[in-house]
């Protein structure tokens, strides 16, 4: 069974930075490419930063790029979403997704319709 377990979301100020965390389980890692998606009150799932099962390949929002930084470890089973300079508008539920279909990490982040597997969400609040 797959599963998928965020953690590090919080209450920044407008300027810091955050680091969240997604542990996964029940698939093999190096043949899912992982991604962070949010979604604010009254606006739609969008990609956010993606990276690939093997070769460390990243896609980012045009919105967060520079500031935010997507890694993983394989061996801990776990993808990280580095974020600084926080604003704002990057406040919302982050999700973390997993798919072992998807084939380009750019499809990824910008269709979310079509990954099978999602975590539950953490909150990030950015305070002006």
């Known amino acids: 069974q797959v599963q998928l377990v965020e953690s590090g979301g919080g209450l920044v100020q407008s300027g810091g930075s955050l680091r969240l965390s997604c542990e996964f389980s029940?698939?093999?890692?190096?043949?899912?490419?992982i991604g962070w998606f949010r979604q604010a009150p009254g606006k739609k799932r969008e990609g956010v930063s993606c990276i690939s099962n093997t070769d460390g390949t990243t896609s980012h929002a045009d919105s967060v790029r520079g500031r935010f930084t997507i890694s993983r470890d394989n061996v801990k089973n776990t993808v990280y979403l580095q974020m600084s300079n926080l604003k704002p508008e990057d406040s919302g539920v982050y999700y973390c997704?997993?798919?072992?279909?998807?084939?380009?990490?750019?499809?990824?982040?910008?269709?979310?319709?079509?990954?099978?597997?999602w975590g539950r969400g953490t909150q990030v609040t950015v305070s002006s």
């Open positions: 997704a997993a798919d072992g279909g998807i084939t380009t990490v750019q499809a990824m982040c910008e269709f979310p319709v079509l990954i099978a597997h």
């Open positions: 029940g698939f093999t890692a190096d043949r899912y490419f």
